[in-house]
């Protein structure tokens, strides 16, 4: 029995050992799927981080400016990178060709055609001095001062010595005879502004337009013009303009809600170091812009009134109160969301490398009918299967199922209908390039002055940028509109039209 009862007690001493080992290895699996799960997330995060790390103009969002210098000339370029954000990608893109610049010389190379200055025209001259030859060459007889209808002509190009033109305005008081005195009434007689339309206009142009800070503008006044003007006189001048510019600029936004096609885009803006949003709408004739608390749907939908004509824009779900139909999505955008897919490991690198090469076919067809090479019906019979390839690549990379490039598809392809708006109407860009270029005058801007301290900063901001590049689309001088509308605020009079009659009337 003694036995039986050992035997018993070892086996019972084993199966403690044997449970107490399959709690040790329940322990140690839990553990390392544990480990594997930290693994796996700690792989993700510096995928990500690797991803960010690799992110510049030519595969984000990002504004060239964030390159840094030299970014473009470190040679740090892949090959199926486009040439710059929103162009289409060169034959060298594509192919990973590379030009070797290394062996040219700077300035320019032989076989260039050089260009000199235009001479002034001759009824634009303010002075002529005339120059005859004293003696004949050849038998040394005085010549007369004939002129030469074909005379060499060389021009030099002053500026006379620049002057403020002050007035002086003088109320006096009067004596009458019955002894009492009478003053001059001064309301209606004497501007309400220190300063006349014309440096108003110059001192609006150096801030608004040139982004000189006020304290250089005071002092490019005091020693250019010898006006001595103060920092918070600067600043009363920019209030006083941005309200003369207030009918121009509804003037322009009426031409953009009514234009059949637009580009929109934003960033961003500061406001005493709070961030707001700076939003663009331009088309072919003006460039409006308005600096909103957030860009909300909420905030920014009223702005963009009727909402009539075709929008070209990114794929930011804000635009969801635009119809899909009516909308063109950035294929620049789109290209470089592309190449980020290019940079990256493993299964979206194949992904990337096909959209690149279809979105290449894109862009080369797209500039072969805007330059007249193709017509329009070749133009539309060699996108449809373009078409068809992208979009089955964009169906099977979403059904792969891989991270960072599947996500990404789906969202495209939600946005199918806004894909393609470029081939069913005509004089639509398949880029939002322009409203780009219109928005990247306000970002430097934004770099150089970090923003505005007052709601009166952003109305000024907002204005003179919107007057200056739409006169420069409408072929007007600024600097001359801005003298006229400060001309007519003073003298309360209707403010100037900003566009030109052809504008009006499309």
């Known amino acids: 029995m003694r036995v039986a009862a050992d035997f018993i007690a070892e086996l019972e001493a084993k199966d403690a ?16 799927a544990q480990q594997e799960r930290q693994i796996e997330q700690l792989s993700k995060q510096v995928m990500e981080l690797l991803t960010r790390l690799g992110e510049n103009s030519r595969n984000s ?31 060298s893109a594509v192919t990973g060709k590379r030009r070797n610049k290394q062996n040219r010389q700077r300035g320019g190379q032989a076989g260039h055609r050089g260009t000199k200055r235009d001479l002034v025209p001759a009824d634009q001259v303010d002075e002529i001095i005339n120059i005859y030859p004293k003696e004949c060459e050849n038998c040394g007889d005085v010549l007369a001062e004939v002129p030469d209808p074909l005379a060499s002509r060389h021009q030099v190009t002053e500026v ?102 637009k580009h929109t885009d934003a960033t961003s803006w500061l406001q005493s170091g709070q961030l707001r949003s700076l939003w663009m709408m331009a088309t072919s004739a003006v460039t409006v812009f308005k600096v909103m608390v957030d860009g909300s749907r909420e905030t920014i939908q009223p702005w963009f009134g009727s909402c009539k004509g075709i929008l070209i824009s990114d794929r930011a779900t804000v635009f969801t109160f635009w119809k899909m ?35 290449a076919m894109l862009f080369h067809y797209w500039q072969s009918r805007r330059d007249g090479v193709i017509s329009r019906e070749t133009f539309l019979a ?63 801007w934004r770099k150089r002055c970090f923003g505005s301290q007052s709601d009166r900063g952003n109305v000024f901001a907002e204005r003179i ?30 403010a100037p039209s900003l566009l030109a009659p052809r504008a009006k009337a499309a």
């Not at 009516?326 to 992904?351: D, E, I, M, N």
């Not at 940028?465 to 209707?494: G, P, Y």
């Open 382 to 444: 060699w996108m449809a299967p373009v078409r068809e390839q992208i979009e089955a690549c964009l169906q099977r990379a979403v059904v792969a199922g891989v991270d960072g490039v599947s996500g990404s598809c789906a969202d495209i392809l939600a946005h199918r209908e806004a894909l393609w708006t470029f081939l069913t109407h005509a004089g639509v860009d398949p880029t939002n390039n322009h409203g780009e270029r219109e928005l990247r005058g306000f970002v430097m």
């Open 61 to 91: 969002h990002r504004p060239p400016s964030s390159d840094g210098p030299g970014a473009r000339n470190s040679g740090s370029r892949r090959g199926n990178e486009p040439s710059a954000a929103g162009d289409a990608p060169t034959e």
């Open 160 to 261: 006379p010595p620049l002057t403020a033109h002050t007035t002086e305005f003088r109320g006096h008081t009067v004596r009458c005879g019955c002894g009492h005195h009478t003053a001059a009434k001064l309301q209606g007689v004497i501007p309400v502004s220190p300063f006349g339309p014309r440096l108003m206009a110059i001192t609006a142009l150096l801030t608004g337009i040139y982004h000189v800070s006020r304290r250089r503008t005071a002092a490019f006044l005091r020693d250019v013009l010898g006006v001595r003007i103060s920092l918070g006189a600067v600043s009363a001048i920019e209030a006083r303009v941005g309200e003369s510019l207030g009918p121009a600029v509804e003037e322009a936004w009426s031409a953009a809600d009514a234009a059949d096609v």
């Open 325 to 359: 139909s009516l909308r063109q999505v950035c294929w620049a955008h789109l290209l470089r969301k592309f190449v980020a897919f290019s940079q990256r490991a493993g299964p979206g690198r194949a992904v990337g490398s096909e959209l690149l090469q279809l979105t």
């Open 17 to 32: 050992v044997i449970e107490a080992q399959r709690v040790r290895i329940a322990q140690l699996e839990s553990r390392v």
């Open 465 to 494: 940028m919107t007057v200056s590049h739409t006169a420069r689309k409408q072929n007007r001088d600024v600097l001359a509109f801005l003298i006229e509308s400060c001309t007519a605020w003073l003298a309360k009079t209707a």
